[in-house]
């Protein structure tokens, strides 16, 4: 029988030690990811629906991106914004979903949230039928343009854009502007 040396103590209470801090470390990633959820799942909930078609393939693709976001935690060393961290990954997931579903169009518009700081929605049918139009001219455009309009609307400056894109702030410039010629050509259509 193999006696218990001060080597197999030390060896014990050092293993222990690290399934304290692995233990620590998952409890603190999953706090910081729920924190993450509740603050940014409305803003998620919207990328994800506009670039799909449908409920249920919008939670397919959300999931898709709390997965990878959760994955991705641990990797994290805070050299951008979370807020950066969290959209690049969302932006990924997304254009993987168009990749994989490239012959299906997307027209239908469930849940993409447009704020109308207007009239409630009784008093002015021509509002709601503008923020439609604008609702399928942005579902329209092309992914990098969608891209850039879409991450402007949550409020991200060229900066992170570029940072969650991986493109020039300058480019960013530029495509933000072809978005807004093109959105603007297409509400003329619609008119």
């Given at each position: 029988?193999k006696?218990?040396?001060a080597?197999?103590?030390?060896?014990d209470?050092?293993?222990?030690?690290?399934?304290?801090?692995e233990t620590l470390?998952r409890?603190?990633?999953k706090e910081q990811?729920?924190?993450i959820?509740t603050?940014?799942?409305?803003?998620?909930?919207?990328l994800?629906?506009?670039y799909?078609n449908?409920?249920?393939d919008?939670?397919?693709?959300?999931?898709e991106?709390a997965?990878?976001?959760w994955?991705?935690?641990p990797?994290f060393r805070?050299?951008c914004?979370?807020r950066?961290?969290?959209?690049?990954i969302?932006h990924?997931r997304?254009?993987a979903?168009?990749s994989?579903?490239?012959?299906?169009?997307?027209e239908?518009l469930?849940?993409?949230?447009?704020h109308?700081?207007?009239?409630?929605p009784?008093?002015?049918?021509?509002?709601?039928?503008?923020?439609?139009?604008?609702?399928?001219?942005?579902?329209?455009l092309p992914?990098p343009?969608r891209?850039?309009?879409?991450?402007?609307?949550e409020?991200l400056?060229?900066?992170?854009?570029?940072?969650v894109?991986?493109i020039?702030?300058?480019?960013?410039?530029?495509?933000?502007?072809r978005?807004?010629?093109?959105?603007?050509?297409?509400?003329?259509?619609r008119?």
């Amino acid at each position: 029988m193999k006696s218990f040396t001060a080597t197999d103590a030390l060896n014990d209470v050092t293993a222990n030690k690290i399934l304290e801090r692995e233990t620590l470390d998952r409890t603190r990633q999953k706090e910081q990811f729920e924190r993450i959820v509740t603050e940014h799942g409305p803003a998620l909930s919207r990328l994800a629906a506009s670039y799909t078609n449908t409920h249920s393939d919008r939670d397919d693709l959300l999931q898709e991106t709390a997965f990878a976001i959760w994955q991705a935690l641990p990797k994290f060393r805070g050299q951008c914004s979370e807020r950066t961290f969290i959209f690049r990954i969302a932006h990924n997931r997304a254009i993987a979903y168009l990749s994989r579903h490239r012959s299906e169009r997307v027209e239908a518009l469930e849940d993409f949230d447009v704020h109308d700081p207007g009239p409630g929605p009784d008093s002015n049918y021509s509002q709601r039928q503008r923020v439609d139009n604008l609702r399928k001219a942005v579902r329209a455009l092309p992914p990098p343009y969608r891209q850039v309009i879409l991450l402007t609307l949550e409020g991200l400056g060229y900066r992170d854009i570029a940072a969650v894109l991986g493109i020039s702030e300058g480019n960013v410039g530029a495509r933000l502007t072809r978005a807004r010629q093109l959105l603007q050509d297409a509400m003329e259509k619609r008119k």
